[in-house]
T-cell receptor
């Protein structure tokens, strides 16, 4: 089955700096890669996603890049703000409607 | 759109009792829902895939007789933790995918249910 690894497990940045979280996956058939943000005790919220036919996607301060050859994808947050502090999960999925394989999560702390 | 609710949000029960958790898709029909378990500061562990009108598909290591799943309608799936024990205490989250929204591969999560078994 699919194996998704995520690094780092914790990340602290100064407000205004950039944060990068990286994930790798094992199954070349995976074609959908969402990123979720989860605040303590809350539900995971989709923040951005990318499909395998695209190499990069950007939404304001958030961007995701995908390298299909190397089987890794990354989340980039620029101009970080304290409210970006949360746990971020990457995931990979093989087909529409199929299960997600989640990474182990990254706890991001943005220091004011 | 794509709102998923869960009930109850929090439940405390005695060891040996059964607890039912409901997951509803409020503004769309979901033929498939997913149930996850999350331990503190840990990732989401998929427990089972709930299919409307058929049996759920359980992940390896998840006891199907312990965690009963019923997906009786296109908007409701239930997870029943039978004969709960303290080790079943956890955060249970469901998710669903809106089938015809153009976001068929995205899962939207419910708010979760915090189960504490005394």
């Amino acid at each position: 089955g699919e194996n998704v690894e995520q690094h780092p497990s914790t990340l602290s940045v100064q407000e205004g700096d950039s944060a990068v979280i990286k994930c790798t996956y094992s199954d070349s058939a995976s074609n959908y890669f969402p990123w979720y943000k989860q605040e303590l005790g809350k539900r995971p919220q989709l923040i951005i996603d990318i499909r395998s036919n695209v190499g990069e996607k950007k939404d304001q301060r958030i961007a995701v890049t995908l390298n299909k050859t190397a089987k890794h994808f990354s989340l980039h947050i620029t101009e970080t703000q304290p409210e970006d502090s949360a746990v971020y999960f990457c995931a990979a999925s093989i087909n529409t409607g199929n299960q997600f394989y989640f990474g182990t999560g990254t706890s991001l702390t943005v220091i004011p | 759109g794509a709102v998923v609710s869960q009930h109850p949000s929090r439940v405390i029960c005695k060891s040996g009792t059964s607890v039912k958790i409901e997951c509803r898709s409020l503004d769309f029909q979901a033929t498939t829902m997913f149930w996850y378990r999350q331990f503190p500061k840990k990732s989401l562990m998929l427990m089972a895939t709930s299919n409307e009108g058929s049996k759920a598909t359980y992940e390896q290591g998840v006891e199907k007789d312990k965690f009963l799943i019923n997906h009786a309608s296109l908007t409701l799936s239930t997870l029943t933790v039978t004969s709960a024990h303290p080790e079943d205490s956890s955060f249970y989250i469901c998710s669903a995918t809106p089938p015809t929204s153009g976001r068929e591969d995205t899962q939207y999560f419910g708010p979760g249910t915090r189960l504490t078994v005394l």
